[in-house]
């Protein structure tokens, strides 16, 4: 079964550059949700959307921002990038009135330098 | 916002014995607590879920059981095994089932279940 793409897998990056992370949700799915977790901690929310639009708002900083698009695949961007932005970066997607299990994507582990 | 909380931290049990975690919230409106295990580096996948109108839930080893009015809920692992061993999130969240999408869960703290041989 398909399941949740994220890339890239990896990234490093220098303080103060831009990073692009990408995210295809399970075909069907609706949803997609973005959570950051930083090394021997929790998933923390950051923001979701629901048919491209802003649904759920959590701790994303205002140097980040995402956007669903039509074919429902999600970016989060990320400007003026801190040491502190460096974990992993996880996208789940749910199908909404169905379950709203959310499905985890594998990550990107990002890395500030 | 929501806050959940989760106990123990570490818990060693010996292989073949039982493993209980359990997790407070503190929204009364979440309606979705559902279980997830990790592995190092991985993706945290779901193992076990539990609704709002429902008081427990039992698939093969994994149990999870709900008490709304304490605003608790627990898994259960018994018969443990080797690859069992893994970081346990329990996590909640409100779902709107007739349109308008579900929350970010939130999450726990985590429990480092180690499985003793």
């Known amino acids: 079964a398909a399941g949740v793409i994220q890339s890239p897998r990896h990234l490093i990056k220098e303080k103060r550059e831009t990073a692009t992370l990408k995210c295809y949700p399970i075909?069907?799915?609706?949803?997609v949700y973005w959570y950051q977790q930083g090394p021997g901690q929790d998933p923390q929310f950051l923001i979701s959307f629901y048919e491209k639009m802003q649904s759920d708002k959590g701790s994303i900083p205002d140097r980040f921002s995402a956007q669903q698009f039509s074919d429902y695949h999600s970016e989060l961007n990320m400007s003026s990038l801190e040491l502190g932005d460096s974990a992993l970066y996880f996208c789940?997607?749910?199908?909404?009135?169905?379950?709203?299990?959310?499905?985890f994507g594998a990550g990107t582990r990002l890395s500030v330098l | 916002g929501e806050n959940v909380e989760q106990h123990p931290s570490t818990l060693s049990v010996q292989e073949g014995d039982s493993a209980v975690i359990k997790c407070t919230y503190s929204d009364s409106a979440s309606n979705y607590f559902p279980w997830y295990k990790q592995e190092l580096g991985k993706r945290p996948q779901l193992i076990i879920d539990?609704?709002?109108?429902?008081g427990e839930k039992k698939d093969q080893r994994i149990a999870v059981t709900l008490n709304k009015t304490a605003k608790h809920f627990s898994l259960h692992i018994t018969e443990t095994q080797p690859e069992d061993s893994a970081v346990y999130f329990c996590a909640a969240a409100g779902v709107m089932y007739s349109g308008g999408g579900a929350d970010g869960l939130t999450f726990g703290k985590g429990t480092h279940l180690i499985i003793q041989p």
């Open positions: 539990i609704r709002s109108n429902v």
């Open positions: 789940a997607s749910s199908l909404e009135g169905d379950t709203n299990i959310q499905y």
């Open positions: 075909p069907r799915h609706d949803t």
